[in-house]
Each structure stands twice: as structure tokens, then as C-alpha cells.
């Protein structure tokens, strides 16, 4: 199945859902940062995240970024999503030697008890809208659920469901339900009470998720046989990282530094996607030629993205 966000309104009651798989960009992006099983699955569930929480977006370039810092050996998070349905992000841990050898996997412990977490919409050179939240424990459908209910005083509820086996990512879904203010109060009740007992969560785990027929199903189960799907969007993992972007960073540095970087290049990775670019000793030297004798002799950490 192909990534895609998708939003549906449940017709006679106004409630308002939306539905994510993206389980090819977290496995690509699990990939890119040589993730071991726990931190790939994390980062599948914040990528999820990031997705539904991007379903407003009104323009491609607009960015829904995620950031968390938590208590839990993962150390923390950040993923972003735009209107274009582009993904990318990382966790700071890629491998978490106490957690990965074992079975099922499990992120919980990775996330820890507590955490700072920092939403922010922008579009290029403007900051839409922030958000800080501590949410406890710290993980993603709650984080999700908060944002909305709290800060967009939207009433949300949330599922998200990410397999992962010894060998990394199998599937990586999401999906919310939302009390618009047109919304039938009683139904929504009814639907939270779904998703607080976890049958909605379970529901992900089908193999044909998202088809009509598992849609119709879902209605059935949440009382609400007349959900259609209004709006959908495709997704991906994509990066901003060039290596325009990166002969950037190196035009920051100081000519000390240059110089020491002359002779054998420079390699620059960006922490966002995991690809790495080289800068030859050449393009080096280049850049060198056009600074001035009198260039900072600051530092700039050689990262992009």
C-alpha cells in the first residue's frame, strides 16, 4: 500500500477523522539512520504522528514540525511533515543496546516517563503557530490527542500502531477522530470510548486497512456507517537536504577551518534524512578562494537539513 493521509467526515454526526500509513517512509527512513529495532519503531510512531498532526496544512511548503526531548533512553525526537506530504526525521539514539534483543518490541520504555514537546507549523521565513506541551507519559497518540484537545481546542482522540520485529519496520499506521463544532456530542463519546479501549488500535493491524471494507467495518464498530472519505494525500519520505545546501554550511566556516579540510574533503551528513555528501578537496579549496583574509574564525557544526 502506498503512504497517504487521508480525511473523512462522518456525515450525519460532523465527527472528523483522518487515517495515515506510511509504513515505506519509516521503513526508508529506519533505513537511511541504520536504526535499531526499538528506535525505528519510535520513529515510525512519530512520523505517524507528525503526519496526522499536519492534516491542515493548506499549501505545500507548509511544515508541521515535532520535537521531543524525553526521560527514556531514546533521549528524544524530531520528524517533520508538509502540505506536499514530505517526511524526514530521526530519534537522537539510533541503537538502544538494553532494549532492542528483546521481544515483542516495545517502545515504551524508550520513551520514557516524561517529556518537553515543541509543535511548530511555519512556512518559509514565518512561524504559523508553537505549541509546548509536557506530556506524560510521553507517547506519540497522546502527544497527538493533547495538541489538538488542548492547544486547537479541537476534542481529538487517537490510535497509532507500528509493528516491528527482530528485523526492523513491518507497518507503521495511524489514525484520529475529531469533535468538530458541529459535531454530534453523544457520538463522539461513543468513539472516544472506541479508541480508549484500544479497538480501534487493534483495527490497524488488519492487512487491507483502509480498504472500503475495512472503513465500512470501522463505521460499524463506531456506530457511524456513513464515514467517506473527502480528501487524500500522498506521502513520502523526502528531504530539503542538497548538496547546494551543503557547500552552504562549509561557505560558514572559517578559512582555519577550511584549510585543515583541504586536502582530504569533507564529508557532511544530514541529521534529518541520514544521507551523507562530499565536499572534494577542490570545492574546498574553491570556497576558500572566495572568503576574505578576514573571515570569522567561528565554528559552524558541519551538519545541514
Known amino acids: 500500500m502506498n503512504d497517504k493521509l487521508e480525511k473523512a467526515i462522518a456525515g450525519s454526526t460532523r465527527i472528523r477523522f483522518a487515517f495515515a500509513e506510511l509504513t515505506m517512509s519509516a521503513k526508508a527512513l529506519e533505513a537511511r539512520h541504520l536504526c535499531g529495532p526499538v528506535a525505528g519503531a519510535a520513529l515510525g510512531e512519530a512520523l ?8 491542515d496544512a493548506s499549501r505545500d511548503d507548509e511544515a508541521l514540525m515535532l520535537r521531543m526531548n524525553v526521560s527514556g533512553p531514546l533521549g528524544g525526537v524530531l520528524v517533520e ?25 516495545d517502545t515504551t520504555e524508550a520513551w520514557g516517563q516524561s517529556a518537553s514537546v515543541q509543535v511548530v507549523t511555519s512556512i518559509p ?43 526492523g519496520l513491518i507497518s507503521a499506521r495511524g489514525m484520529l477522530a475529531q469533535r468538530m463544532p458541529d459535531a454530534d456530542l453523544e457520538a463522539f463519546v461513543h468513539v472516544l470510548e472506541c479508541f480508549e479501549e484500544k479497538r480501534i488500535s ?33 506521502l513520502q519520505f523526502k528531504c530539503r537536504c542538497t548538496r547546494q545546501r551543503v557547500l552552504a554550511v562549509l561557505e560558514s566556516l572559517s578559512r582555519e577551518e577550511l584549510a585543515s579540510r583541504a586536502d582530504a574533503g569533507q564529508d557532511i551528513t544530514c541529521h534529518m534524512c541520514g544521507q ?18 578576514t573571515a570569522s574564525t567561528g565554528s559552524t557544526p558541519l551538519a545541514d537539513g
Do not use: M
Open 81 to 105: 511533515a508538509t502540505g506536499e506530504g514530505a517526511l524526514r526525521g530521526f530519534t537522537n539514539r539510533k541503537v538502544i543496546d538494553e532494549l532492542d534483543g528483546l521481544q515483542p518490541v
Open 276 to 293: 551523507t555528501y562530499s565536499a572534494t578537496p577542490a570545492e574546498i579549496r574553491a570556497i576558500l578562494q572566495r572568503q576574505p583574509a
Open 125 to 167: 521565513g514565518k512561524i504559523l503557530n508553537q505549541a509546548v506541551l509536557n506530556v506524560n507519559p510521553p507517547l506519540i497518540r497522546y502527544v497527538v490527542a493533547r495538541y489538538f484537545t488542548h492547544s486547537q481546542q479541537i476534542p481529538t482522540a487517537c490510535a497509532i500502531r507500528v509493528a516491528s520485529g527482530s528485523g
Open 202 to 234: 487493534e483495527s490497524l493491524a488488519s492487512p487491507d486497512v483502509f480498504s472500503d471494507a475495512w472503513l465500512a467495518a470501522v463505521g460499524d464498530r463506531l456506530r457511524l456507517p456513513d464515514i467517506q472519505i473527502r480528501d487524500s494525500r500522498p
Open 48 to 55: 505517524v504522528g507528525a503526519a496526522l498532526l499536519s492534516i
